[in-house]
């Protein structure tokens, strides 16, 4: 491994890199919608979802000044954070509205890098994410799952081409973007055969009031705001894209 200065790792961090090709932006694009249409494939990507779903409620719970207990992550994707505080409030409704809101927030926030360039930048920024989650993970499968993500972006951002990295780090956004709305879609449907009743959903009715669907419909409306303007920031220049070729005749 070559031998990196302080300064030489910041500016790596911290610079731009140039935009992928548009014919790899497209690659990885359809690449992230099927990893989410294709159920067995799904099964295991939803680790990343799950991680960001808790990741969030943990973020939030500190941020208001609940005291977080710890996170636990599960094989089948599920995934629990346990925080103490007012068992009611503001806190307590951001802490419960977090989980479902991350996952399509930080896809939006990866895309507002990559359309910047700061693809290195956002590559070590989940990796300090990653790394803050794992002090507070209590089991296991947590720990493995939070290792196993952040081992793989280390070593695109530290080994990988330029290609290599752009391409993962719009695989990852655009997976964010497109994943965000399938677990608010199996939420509903669990809810609709009373099979959640503690669902993040319910739980932000019982504490304010407003009907569970309702929460549903906001999570969904992020959900897909978040997709068409990532999608947008996302999306290859018009003058990125080849020229047709013009038909004979014309």
């Excluded at 910041?10 to 935009?19: A, H, L, M, N, S």
């Excluded at 996170?71 to 307590?92: A, Q, W």
């Excluded at 973007?177 to 319910?202: G, K, N, T, W």
């Amino acid at each position: 491994m070559e031998t990196v200065s302080i300064a030489d790792l910041w500016d790596r961090v911290t610079g731009t890199q140039p935009d992928p090709p548009w014919w790899l932006v497209i690659l990885v694009g359809l690449v992230a919608l099927g990893a989410v249409l294709h159920g067995p494939t799904w099964r295991v990507a939803r680790n990343v979802v799950t991680i960001a779903h808790e990741g969030g409620h943990a973020l939030i719970a500190l941020a208001t000044g609940r005291k977080l207990d710890g996170i636990k992550l599960h094989s089948d994707t599920s995934g629990v954070t346990v925080s103490r505080g007012k068992p009611h409030g503001p806190g307590m409704i951001f802490t419960a509205m977090a989980g479902y809101l991350t996952p399509p927030l930080l896809g939006l926030l990866f895309a507002v890098l990559l359309a910047d360039g700061r693809i290195t930048l956002m590559l070590w920024f989940s990796l300090a994410l990653l790394a803050a989650m794992l002090i507070m993970i209590r089991n296991a499968y947590g720990v493995l799952s939070i290792v196993a993500t952040g081992a793989i972006i280390f070593g695109v951002s530290w080994f990988g081409g330029a290609k290599i990295q752009a391409g993962f780090a719009y695989l990852a956004a655009f997976f964010l973007l497109f994943a965000a709305a399938r677990p608010v879609a199996e939420l509903q449907r669990m809810r609709a055969r009373h099979m959640a009743p503690s669902s993040d959903a319910d739980q932000l009715a019982h504490l304010t009031g407003v009907p569970g669907l309702a929460w549903v419909a906001l999570f969904a409306a992020v959900a897909l705001g978040a997709l068409l303007t990532g999608g947008l920031l996302l999306t290859p220049d018009a003058a990125a894209l080849p020229d047709l070729p013009t038909p004979p005749g014309l």
